[in-house]
């Protein structure tokens, strides 16, 4: 069969054609007049191809929730200043919970002409609900999708926060049952100091501790209402921001309405999604790097873990291999995540003041950046939950002397010498050893002392990798009574 014939059969890709995308039709603008809600000034519905290009709702039809909670929130306020009645008010609110149940059901049918969640909704609101024509007093589409992300970054930023609780806990319990076993810490992907297990899955607690610390500011930073600030420049109408405010949950801790400052800066600003971005891109960053910890202990050449079956698979060809393909994509998909914070980044870069639709882009970078960090951090729990260390392996790595150097050269500069001259000492001891084709504690004394004076007896008691560990139990450091600490503290952050 030739190759055209089959493409024309499968088109696979037809698949992923999304709902409102379909055969371009460059044409210069129906002769019908515009639907849309700005309609009035034009004689002339933009081109198909116009309309494909500019319409957002195949991705912002995820904001609904969040953008029915500020109508509703919205119209409640126009009710409590007098602009509508109650029964108008009442009108809208039936209306926005029959879409919102129609929206969940998935039975809402979005309409990509217009343009928008924020224009789909009105539409369909007053058609249920001819009242809703009031809806949009004192309000933009700017103000508006400002007010809806801030929703959404809050909610997202907690979601995140609940992912890397779980995955916290999941890489706490394999290190404390691992506290035993220890490993050639690495420099330069070179064996360098022996570690247990726990000090360094604890690294990682640290990283996404501090991942934590970074969603929890976001969701801090984003609890500024910004609606009220219309376009650009407010409105003449007299609304209560604060109102607003407090029934869509901008409030302090002692439940005051938090409001933005500046109408032009709040329609303009894309701050959030950047700081979003960014700990999204640092989450993703720390996830490929213990995926690349792990890549490498669970090669043949490390043969430290044993990886789950679950999330690995086999080769098509070579009936022996079982790849560590989930750690592979996490690494792989934090480029993803990093380009969405450049995209955001050179969006946002050189715009003039205020709402420019190039910002209307913001939504697919941080919906992808935050679709493929959830997926990553699950993916990485369940990973992780189900890696066995092979204590044997693990043994024999780091039970080369050559790790605890070291530890002879802070040994000589107990015993006096200074710490320059300790480590010109061990290096010449190294040396020895290797030109010997020995063990670093198996130079004979008389080679040895001929290096150094003290180089004899005492010295070959350092090699005691249970002793060097045990000597640094220092804040921070691996000796086992510190990994217990540790634990203990992390364990009791993250209980359920
Ligand atoms: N869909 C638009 C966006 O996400 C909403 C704001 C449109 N505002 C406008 N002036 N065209 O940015």
């Not at 109650?86 to 049918?109: P, S, T, V, W, Y």
């Not at 989930?326 to 995209?343: H, M, P, T, Y």
């Amino acid at each position: 069969m030739d190759l055209n014939e089959l493409h024309g059969r499968y088109r696979p890709y037809q698949l992923f054609v999304l709902p409102c995308s379909g055969p371009l039709k460059p044409s210069v603008g129906m002769a019908k007049k515009s639907q849309a809600t700005w309609g009035g000034r034009f004689s002339r519905s933009p081109a198909d191809l116009m309309l494909t290009f500019s319409e957002s709702v195949s991705f912002d039809y995820r904001l609904a929730p969040y953008d029915i909670a500020v109508s509703r929130a919205h119209s409640a306020m126009l009710r409590h200043v007098g602009l509508i009645s109650q029964r108008e008010m009442r009108a809208i609110h039936k209306g926005l919970n029959a879409l919102e149940a129609r929206i969940a059901d998935g039975k809402f049918k979005w309409n990509p002409a217009l343009e928008d969640v924020h224009m789909n909704i009105e539409q369909a609101l007053t058609k249920i609900a001819p009242e809703a024509a009031k809806l949009h007093t004192a309000r933009s589409r700017n103000d508006q999708v400002a007010t809806d992300s801030r929703l959404f970054l809050k909610e997202a930023s907690r979601k995140l926060i609940d992912l890397l609780h779980r995955l916290q806990r999941a890489i706490l319990s394999i290190a404390d049952s691992n506290q035993n076993i220890s490993i050639p810490g690495y420099t330069h992907l070179q064996r360098a100091q022996p570690v247990s297990v726990a000090h360094h899955l604890l690294a990682y607690v640290e990283m996404f501790d501090r991942d934590i610390n970074r969603y929890e500011r976001v969701a801090e930073d984003a609890n500024w209402c910004p609606l009220g600030s219309g376009a650009l420049a407010g409105t003449t109408l007299p609304i209560d921001r604060e109102f607003v405010a407090r029934e869509l949950g901008f409030i302090d801790k002692r439940g005051r309405a938090r409001v933005t400052t500046n109408s032009m800066d709040a329609v303009a600003d894309r701050d959030l999604f950047l700081d979003f971005g960014h700990a999204c891109a640092l989450s993703s960053i720390h996830i490929s790097r213990i995926a690349e910890d792990i890549i490498l202990w669970n090669s043949s050449e490390f043969g430290y873990v044993e990886l789950p079956d679950a999330f690995c698979t086999g080769s098509s060809l070579m009936p022996q291999k079982k790849n560590p393909d989930s750690l592979e994509l996490l690494r792989g998909k934090s480029g993803r995540i990093v380009g969405s914070l450049q995209a955001l980044y050179t969006m946002v870069k050189g715009l003039p003041l205020t709402y420019n639709r190039d910002l209307q882009e913001d939504k697919v970078q941080t919906f992808e950046a935050f679709d493929q960090l959830e997926l990553c951090l699950q993916v990485l729990e369940g990973t992780i939950g189900g890696v066995v260390f092979k204590k044997s392996n693990c043994s024999k790595a780091v039970a080369d002397p050559a790790l605890l150097a070291t530890d002879l050269a802070d040994w000589l500069v107990s015993e006096g010498v200074a710490f320059r001259d300790a480590h010109h000492v061990v290096g010449a001891l190294v040396a020895k050893a290797e030109e010997l084709n020995v063990n670093l504690n198996a130079v004979p004394d008389l080679e040895a002392k001929a290096i150094h004076p003290k180089l004899r007896g005492a010295w070959r008691e350092v090699f005691d990798l249970q002793r060097a560990l045990k000597n640094r139990e220092g804040i921070g450091m691996p000796g086992p009574k510190q990994i217990r600490k540790q634990l203990n503290r992390w364990k009791k952050r993250y209980a359920d």
